[in-house]
């Protein structure tokens, strides 16, 4: 039998608002328990929310960049449910007309494939206070600093077929949603909290199968990781003539698998009813366009545009575009570098990105500026040093020990280009290895490598490869 | 529209709310009586009729993204 | 006459013709209060020593030159309004130990404006009601008969007011809970166009038809709480942005040629007929000023009370969803696990009526139950609008009786929720349609009060003041 996988997400992404959704506290991220809800978020007998206007512009401004519909007038429901993480009992949240409608993401599949996946919908809603359950005995702590911070909660259709298209779908919704600067989708924080819907059906039936509901899936590796095993305990129970339980399952990364969580009763009845407390949040023409205009160059145009003008292949197009930042860095280092793009994307993609994850540093933190790095690559281009010279020179300026020039003047690092210098050193070089010489000449074409060598460290490493090359093969000839 | 004991029982959890053993049979007839009140509702055809939102056909305001103590 | 008789109006000028102070003034009432309440039970709270200093901050204005209308006047507060540092207890176990932390919009503009606060006025519990007899404090009287009901549930301000036990006092109304009280204890009452006060800090009963409004002793007392009550808060979503006229100006224009409407459904067979004489003795009185008698037709009116009871409980038992034992009013003891001290805490935190409408409101958002009730409701609600709508094309203002009873005895209908709910048959629709409406006393029926509704359109409480003013 073979098996077809239906998965669908729910991406939550905390907006990066000031103050709350409907209150004016702030929504700053690491402040002490309890410090930053103020009486609406507490749900304070007698308060009501005022909705917070850039929540809006950025839940428009992701629906123009995903091309969905854009709700004319939508409205504010109530979820009801009881749970001490929740103060009014109920979360403001939308039903059936979410300010966002359908809409469609495009994910980068292997073999320069690529797949639309559907979004549903995005609707705003706030978010709940934090339980904390290991650090008390016998008691779980609430904290609502986090009660009343904007989400936006983007829904997809299940139409990703693996776990592998989910992972490429959470990461383009990631990259987005930063290129948008409408969250910082700091996974860790919890700005970017996905949940995964999977279920499992035999191929070519058109009916879905039961699905689960994944939950605490709050890094890319943990949601191919889940997704998979629960695929794979799907498959098992069907096919040893069981049914799949419609459940919420969460992801214990410890043990490599999935779980039921504890099992409730009955299926949550949230008797959701528009909000009386607010009105219709209503759209005209002018402001979407306003929002629309706000727009950056989106990760799909920016790729496309530095495959045609910077010659790059979508691979390495893909990897300088995964966040803005880095794109940014990138175009910046390539013009200050005199427009050397290639030279600019192997430097940005090896050695950079290479000490960046080695010191555990995202781009922004990076201690190279983008012109610090272009300037040094212009160094390289016009000669003034190898490429080799260059990785000295890159690990100086990382340490701050200054720009290009000023580290390749202390430390006398410019390429010697003078051929009657390197013919001299050469001409040395053979004098004081006649034996060599001859088996080279005798046909032993390996010691040219010896040759090179010797002339590098005659050389303190600044012969000019190029041109040591061409000269020592004349002499050797 | 009747309404038993389950229900109410049903209800009562819903809304967290603990009735006492020797109120829940008036619960029960009250609520039962308050539906069938609620039935004359039923009278009407509304079919074309647009759920009122609010009193006043206005939309909601939009606050600035400030913080405020 | 004596002090404690006088209008809101005239205590004003008195004050601010210096013939005595705030502080005399407020320990008048205060003694009063202590005097007469034991047998009213209309005040919760006294706020005895803030009284006093708000007092002598207000003569202090006062001397200065610099008061306004309300300076320095005491005004009694329903229990339902948060009022920083003193206890706000909605009549209700859950909140009785609840300290408000903030002062709700109404209660800071009275404050702005130099009002003395005497204290908390008594009220059915969580607003539910229309007879003052769910408070967990025990039920208020009515001073004109200390065996019947104030009505509810503004009972505790109403009856407060009644017996001069202050000259002003606020209330709230979701269903009548002004008007009605008003008209069983002889006082005015109003309840504004939905939006035209401010609901932040009014403890929330049904979010859509909730609103705050004076009870008083004249309409010219009426507006002068108003001006200070009324305004846009920008804390309030669904406050509106509507300029505020001074509302004692033109109370003394005439109404001759007033358009009166009659609802021929509000004067149908089984009207008590005592009332109905009083009212009509009233409606003749305009006609002798002046006005014009218009019979109209509110074809859905009978549809009001149903739908009020499936929109009113259903609002409400989601916002009373916070009351949970965990943040702050009542808990109850020993809890042992999560469910257990919700179910607890609230079921003995709320009294019958409060989980019965918590229950009904909760049974019609349920799954497979909204479209038939909540949804109908609310369509019904913009046909009962409508008529209003469609009325107010032909008529100036609409009037009628505010209740189908005069005070009815303490018990009477305690056990009976049906007959209870259907004292607020004249004032309902007026709370699904967001209209303003002001009751009026207009005479007596078995010597007991009986109040003149007024309902206007949209925004038209000056018209309202000035109807009422000139009766």
Redesign the interface.
Known sequence: MEWEPVIGLEIHVQLA???KIFS???TAYGAAPNTQA??VD???????????????QMAVKFGVAIDAQITR?S?FA?K?Y?Y?DL????QISQYELPIVGPGHLDIPLENDEVRRIGVTRAHLEEDAGKSLHEDFHGLSG?DLNRAGTPLLEIVSEPELRSAVEAVAYMKKMHTLVRYLEISDGNMQEGSFRCDANVSVRPRGQAALGTRTELKNLNSFRFVERAINIEIERQIDVLESGGQVTQETRLYDSARDETRAMRSKEEAF?Y????D???????LDEETIEAVRQTLPELPDARRARFMADFGLSSYEAGVLTASRELAEYYEAAQTAAGGEYRLAASWVMGELMGALNKAGLEITACPVSASSLGAMIRRISDNTISGKIAKQVFVAMWQGEGDADAIIEQQGLRQVTDSDVIEQVIEEILAANPEQVAQYRGGKEKLFGFFVGQAMKATRGKANPAQLNELLKKKLS | MSLDRDDVEKIAH?A?LALREEDIARYTRNLADILGLVEQMEAVDTRDVVPM??PLE???????????? | MAIYKQTLTALSAALHDGQLSSEELTQIFLERIRQFDDQLNSFVTVTEEAALQSAREADRCLQAGNAAPLTGIPLAHKDI??TDGVR?S?ASRM?DN?I???D?TVIARFKAAGAVMLGKTNMDEFAMGSSNETSYYGPVNNPWDTGRVPGGSSGGSAAAVAARLAPGATGTDTGGSIRQPAALCGLTGLKPTYGRVS??????F???LDQGGPLSRSAEDAALMLNVMAGFD?????SVECPVPDYSAGLDNPVAGLRIGLPKQFFAAGLDAGIAGVIEQALREYEQLGAELVEISLPNSELAVPTYYVVAP??CS?NL????G???GYRCADPVD?TDL?ERSRGEGFGAEVKRRIMIG?YV???GY?DAY?LKAQKLRQLISEDYRRAFDSVDVIMGPTSPSVAFPVGERFDDPIKMYLSDIYTIAVNLAGLPAISIPCGFADSLPVGLQIIAPYFEEARLLNAAHQY
Do not use: W
């Open positions: 608002t000031r103050s004016a506290a702030s103020c009486a507490l749900g304070m007998p007698g308060v009501l929310p005022v909705l917070n206007t850039r929540a809006v007038r409205v109530r009801n009881f001490p103060p009014k009992g109920y609430i009845d008797r959701y009813f528009p009386p407390d607010l009105l219709p949040v209503v | 819903l967290r939102a609010h206005r939309c909601q305001r939009l606050r600035p993204d400030e913080v405020r103590n | 309004f948060c706000t909605c909140l609840f408000a932390p903030y709700a609901r932040y800090g009014m403890i929330a049904a979010s859509s920008e804390r309030d979503s669904t259903a609002e989601s969803s916070r009351y949970d965990v943040r702050y999560l919700y909760t958002l349920s799954a909204y909540y």
